[in-house]
């Protein structure tokens, strides 16, 4: 049973390098400090690292200061590598990848249907809502000790993954694991307060100016929103701050699909896309190379933000209309 190797695994192994995916999610973060701090109760060498900074947001996470930038730790190796919430490696980025490669042993442990089983023992279980989940039943099984740290991480990787328990991935088995990790000590309250309600006046004002970019097509099934790259210099705005913007074109009444166009570069736009209740996005997302869940997936396209946008919509449409005659055959 790979469970099973997988606590082998943490069981034998000395030096650890834990890493997640680029643009690290509540499921990344909380999942790499959830797993980190445990093993080091174990009495290993963790070493955990992210390709990209971890957003201010998550700073009251504990262990939060233990994240490295991959570029410090070059002169060392690990027998272990435990890629998180990742569906390929290359997820991880350049530099982590390389370190990654040099583990004598590369553990995958994901949710995401698009994973392409990479390590040499892959724990990808695409009914768990959120990697977090995966991690505390393997740890609940090892039967190790999970202090109230550590189950304040794994309880934010499920409610983030789950859009606080809204999401169409929320099952009874998040729910009981959710409820035995507040049993153990989450810091629930204090997570809610910070991670929602610590909204920057300069995000409220790039919501404002997005807001006017909504549309909707004719027939009412998809609705988008985009950030030109102006919205975010002018408001001060980091690309992170647009992260929950993709929930208001969704929640239209009658909107199955919600797309956000959020402008990189001049030539490269990433797409986020969210679907209500019948429109797989994670394989609309992969034919723009991208993927995901089937209810939210995301890639990165290539042009200016109007070209992208036309191509997108475009696709959507004919995926759409795919989609519809498969549900009413
Ligand atoms: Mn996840």
């Known amino acids: ?45 963790v070493t955990i690292t992210s ?10 996470l504990p262990g939060y200061e233990l994240i490295q930038e991959p570029g410090n730790l070059n002169s060392l190796t690990f027998d272990v590598g435990v890629v998180l919430d990742c ?61 109230p740290e550590i189950a304040t991480n794994l309880y934010v990787a499920i409610v983030t993954d789950t859009g606080s328990f809204q999401h169409q991935n929320t099952t009874a088995r998040c729910h009981r694991n959710a409820a035995s990790l507040l049993g153990l000590g989450a810091a629930h309250a204090r997570a809610y307060q910070l991670l929602y309600e610590e909204r920057s006046l300069k995000s409220m004002r790039l919501l404002e100016k997005c807001l006017r970019t909504l549309s909707v097509s004719e027939d009412g099934l998809v609705a988008w929103m985009a950030v030109p790259q102006k919205y975010l210099i002018e408001t001060g705005c980091g690309i992170e701050e647009c992260e929950d913007l993709v929930n208001y074109p969704k929640s239209i009444s ?22 209500k209740s019948y429109v797989d996005v994670n394989s609309l997302a992969a034919s723009f190379g991208g993927g995901g869940h089937e209810r939210a997936a995301g890639c990165t396209v290539h042009g200016t933000l109007k070209d992208v946008e036309r191509r997108v919509l475009a696709a959507t449409v004919n995926f759409l209309l795919d989609a519809k005659g498969a549900t009413s055959t």
């Not at 049973?1 to 499921?27: C, Q, T, W, Y």
């Not at 957003?55 to 009251?60: A, H």
């Open 254 to 275: 009658g909107v199955e699909v919600g797309i956000l166009f959020k402008q990189v570069s001049n030539n490269e736009v990433k797409v986020s896309f969210r679907s």
């Open 87 to 147: 569906t390929e490696v290359e997820r991880t980025g350049k530099e982590t990848e390389g370190l990654l490669k040099n583990c004598n042993t590369l553990l995958n442990i994901d949710h995401h249907v698009s994973n392409t089983n990479f390590g040499n023992l892959n724990l990808v279980d695409t009914d768990a809502a959120a990697t977090g989940e995966l991690i505390f039943e393997i740890l609940e099984e090892m039967g190790v000790p999970i202090t």
């Open 1 to 45: 049973m790979i469970k099973r190797d997988v606590e082998n695994i943490f069981r034998k192994g000395n030096n650890f390098l834990l890493a997640s995916h680029l643009n690290p999610d509540g499921d990344a973060v909380g999942s790499l400090l959830g797993l980190g701090l445990t093993l080091r109760e174990l009495g290993k060498n």
């Open 51 to 60: 390709p990209h900074p971890v957003p201010r947001t998550f700073s009251f």
